[in-house]
């Protein structure tokens, strides 16, 4: 819809991918945990390893014992065995399987030294995965380093969460239809670690009525370097398996797999797809184990029927437009009072990589609070759906979601779609499908609203209140209609400038917002009024920040609706006056244009719809 703030996700909404991502790949060497050939943290363990213990190790090398070597493959197995087999799979660099192979390379540098390692400093296996005793981790350490010293960290951190994960049924469904989106082979080269591939599809939905989506599976072609699949939908028209840009046009994160995942299958219903909804696909590759003349065709199956009912739809909780300073802890949040019962089947929380922790409390209309979803030492490897046990909403009740960052770097980080960047997301399936998708509005600094003197009186009763963006280019043609008298409420807000270029600075688009409330109304004897109050945040990408509290109140009487789309209007209030007011009719809602005038001229275009008693 013309007015709706866009949901910006996006390159992370790699957002949202599962199971034993860390267990299979070595952490980025920022992070200080992944053992490289010119890293330090190698070295230290190479030095620990060759110091002590043993024959072999007074000349440099450790060879761990036979003694011992059943129950320890048997260990890796168990807790390894996924990612690191024979061959590696889903991104892993290197089999834990064989001794002699695992004893291979340079001392501190070999696929041992390197297990030893990860289960030192507590990063495998993976927060979130099963982990061995600390009885069984450090036998396993004591042997494999040639009893080093070397101590298995006490408490291996990791994520907590409130809610179990999220598991349906096993089998497929039948009678249905089945759509595979696959990627049209792929190349994936040997010198590159890490590769992002996205293409776009046509959804199942291409017919003249929606659809249900029953469950989405993945189709995994080369498991070696297939790392994660995340499936979104996408607005707008597109070609069917066509190359896209990883980060552009991306809306609400759909479904994600990674290794250990199984499908999303809702165990009653399906999640609607309406009619031309189209989906863009991104997969993760990860190749460090260099394999050569690798092509791939992975991507999703789903299955799907006519309308089923319960029908599923998603919301997406979260603050936008926020900033997070150099070298900081930032809390964000956002939050939403609830218009329409529903019932939440599942929650799936996403971050980027500085996140620390996310909460989403349901307040009810008593003020009592209840846990959605917390989620403690936030794992940005580690997206999961988890179970929120068929949770109700009722009219009144509010949700709030809350993100708190880190941010260790010289420079700020920013709301935004890519992996730089940040975002405090908790998407939810809901039934039924919701008016409104998405929970944002600020808290604690919302705009306070009574309606001025010339406004609509019963408005503070009604109206809510809206974030608006800054937009760059024409906005679009308002066409006029006959107008229904009653009251409407603003529910959408746009600024338009013909540039961002301002030329004494450039917006940032994904920063600056707008935080309003209003009201228009027109009576049957052609008395007009509208109320809006708010206020303007635009920053530059430069880092100037300006805000200016806006108020727009006026009222009068509409003399004549002129052919191109323009309401004549006589004021009365506060002052005496007369004025073009461009405006188009959608059904049960006016969009209007009102100049923005300060340090630069823009448009303003506000979409107000019409409150029912």
Excluded at 130 to 154: H, V, Y
Excluded at 519 to 530: G, L, M, P
Aim: aromatic share 10%.
């Amino acid at each position: 819809m013309l007015l709706e703030p866009q949901v910006k996700l996006g390159k992370y909404l790699y957002l949202l991918f599962f199971f034993f991502i860390l267990a299979c790949q070595e952490e980025d060497s920022r992070k200080g945990n992944a053992l490289s050939e010119d890293m330090g943290q190698g070295q230290m363990i190479d030095q620990s390893l060759a110091s002590t213990g043993g024959d072999e190790q007074n000349q440099g090398l450790c060879r761990p014992t036979e003694e011992s070597l059943e129950s320890s493959l048997a260990f890796l197995d168990q807790y390894c065995g996924m990612c690191h087999q024979d061959p590696p799979q889903f991104g892993a660099p290197y089999p834990l399987v064989d001794f002699e192979a695992m004893l291979m390379g340079e001392q501190g540098l070999r696929p041992m030294d390197r297990a030893v390692a990860r289960l030192v400093d507590g990063t495998m296996p993976p927060a979130g995965q099963p982990q061995p005793s600390i009885e069984e981790a450090q036998a396993f350490i004591d042997w494999a380093s040639c009893d080093s010293g070397l101590q298995r960290m006490p408490d291996i951190g990791g994520f907590e969460v409130s809610k179990p994960l999220y598991r349906g049924p096993a089998s497929s469904p039948q009678d249905t239809e089945v759509l595979e989106m696959l990627l049209p082979n792929v190349t994936v080269a040997s010198d590159v670690s890490d590769q992002y591939s996205c293409y776009t599809f046509l959804g199942p939905s291409q017919r003249d009525a929606d659809r249900s989506i029953i469950r989405i599976e993945p189709v995994i072609d080369d498991a070696r370097v297939v790392h994660h699949i995340v499936l979104y939908e996408t607005d707008g028209e597109v070609e069917d398996q066509s190359a896209s840009d990883c980060g552009a046009g991306l809306g609400a994160g759909v479904y994600a797999w990674a290794p250990g995942q199984p499908a999303l299958h809702f165990n009653e219903g399906g999640l609607i797809t309406r009619q031309g909804q189209n989906y863009i696909i991104e997969i993760h590759y990860n190749n460090q184990a260099r394999y050569e003349n690798v092509r791939d065709q992975s991507g999703v199956r789903l299955f799907h029927s006519s309308l089923i009912e319960p029908q599923i739809d998603m919301i997406t909780l979260g603050p936008e437009g926020f900033r997070l300073p150099a070298r900081s802890r930032t809390e964000v949040g956002g939050q939403c009072e609830i218009e329409e019962e529903f019932t939440i089947i599942a929650t799936m929380p996403h971050m980027h990589e500085i996140g620390k922790s996310l909460k989403s409390t349901i307040i009810r209309a008593d003020q009592s609070e209840e846990d959605l979803i917390t989620l403690d030492g936030w794992d940005f490897n580690y997206q999961l759906i988890y179970d929120a046990q068929e949770t109700l909403l009722s009219v009144g009740d509010r949700i709030q979601t809350h993100c708190i960052f880190e941010n260790p770097d010289d420079q700020d980080r920013r709301y935004g779609p890519y992996t730089d960047d940040e975002m405090c997301y908790n998407f939810i399936y809901v039934t039924p499908p919701p008016t409104s998708k998405r929970c944002d509005a600020p808290i604690g600094e919302s705009v306070g609203y009574t309606p001025g003197e010339c406004g609509p009186s019963e408005a503070a009763s009604y109206s809510e209140a809206v974030i608006g963006y800054y937009r760059e280019g024409e906005p679009p043609t308002l066409e006029g209609g006959s107008l229904i008298s009653g009251q409407y409420q603003l529910t959408g807000l746009d600024v338009w400038f013909d540039s961002f270029d301002l030329g004494i600075a450039v917006v940032d688009e994904m920063l600056s917002y707008y935080d309003a409330r209003g009201a228009f109304a027109f009576y049957d004897d052609a008395r007009f009024e509208i109320d809006v109050q708010g206020i303007a945040y635009l920053i530059s990408i430069q880092g100037a920040e300006f805000m200016r509290e806006i108020s727009l109140n006026w009222g009068g009487v509409i003399n004549t609706e002129l052919d191109n789309g323009t309401l004549n209007i006589q004021l009365s209030c506060p002052n005496d006056g007369e004025f073009s007011l461009p405006y188009s009719v959608d059904g049960d809602a006016i969009i209007v244009y009102l100049p923005f005038n300060d340090v630069v001229s823009g448009t303003q275009v506000m979409r107000f719809e019409r409150v029912v008693d």
